[in-house]
């Protein structure tokens, strides 16, 4: 969704407990999304992305489930590890490659101990 | 895999100066490249987007004039922050793409730290 320069939400998690992270978007032409994890002073890195043909995608230890018709998009991260704590963004686009991504708020993923 | 680097990785300059920072696609040519913003504990805001051998695209509310983009080459963008003020210190991300081409993805750079005293 828009990022309205809103501080971001966190969350918890037990090491080795599951985590899910929300993002709603508001554009209904987008047709690519894509899950960023950004550690502290790194650019944005890779976890995985997915086609408004599918509703669903896996990659190891993370899912990606996409509602098209609610405009909602998760991130599911299994088994956290401590290296797992991260701000956590999720993108949009149509046209691949050639539009812009618009970013989501992002939400701060903190593994407890 | 695709891979971006931004120079530099931090940069202190003082009010009134330009800095310049560079963003290459070292094993790919990027037809797009997109320079980004970043304050503390935000997300990442669309500064412009910049395409080969064409005048760059920007956002509503950023100043072309203050924020100049060259994207001379396939492999190389800059961003150069003219008369650089304390307000413009902010974390400055660059991403490069191939259009149509998603083995290339939306690569990031590792992000550039300026700091306007």
């Known amino acids: 969704g828009e990022s309205v320069g809103l501080h971001l939400p966190t969350l918890s998690v037990q090491e080795g407990d599951n985590s899910i992270i929300n993002c709603a978007y508001s554009n209904s032409a987008s047709d690519y999304f894509i899950w960023y994890k950004q550690e502290s002073g790194k650019g944005p890195q890779f976890i995985i992305d997915i086609r408004s043909n599918m509703d669903k995608r896996q990659g190891q230890r993370v899912t990606v489930l996409l509602n098209k018709t609610v405009k909602h998009l998760s991130l599911q991260i299994a088994a956290t590890q401590p290296g797992d704590s991260a701000v956590y963004f999720c993108?949009?686009?149509?046209?691949?490659?050639?539009?812009?991504?618009?970013f989501g708020t992002g939400t701060r993923l903190t593994i407890i101990p | 895999g695709a891979v971006v680097s931004q120079h530099p990785s931090r940069v202190i300059c003082k009010s009134g100066t330009s800095v310049k920072i560079e963003c290459r696609s070292l094993?790919?040519?990027?037809?797009?490249m997109f320079w980004y913003r970043q304050f503390p504990k935000q997300s990442l805001m669309l500064m412009a987007t910049s395409n080969e051998g064409s005048k760059a695209t920007y956002e509503q509310g950023v100043e072309k004039d203050k924020f100049l983009i060259n994207h001379a080459s396939l492999t190389l963008s800059t961003l150069t922050v003219t008369s650089a003020h304390p307000e413009d210190s902010s974390f400055y991300i660059c991403s490069a793409t191939r259009w149509g081409d998603r083995h290339y993805g939306y690569t990031f750079g590792s992000g550039t730290r300026l700091t306007v005293v």
């Open positions: 993108a949009e686009t149509s046209n691949f490659g050639n539009e812009k991504l618009t």
């Open positions: 094993d790919f040519q990027a037809t797009t």
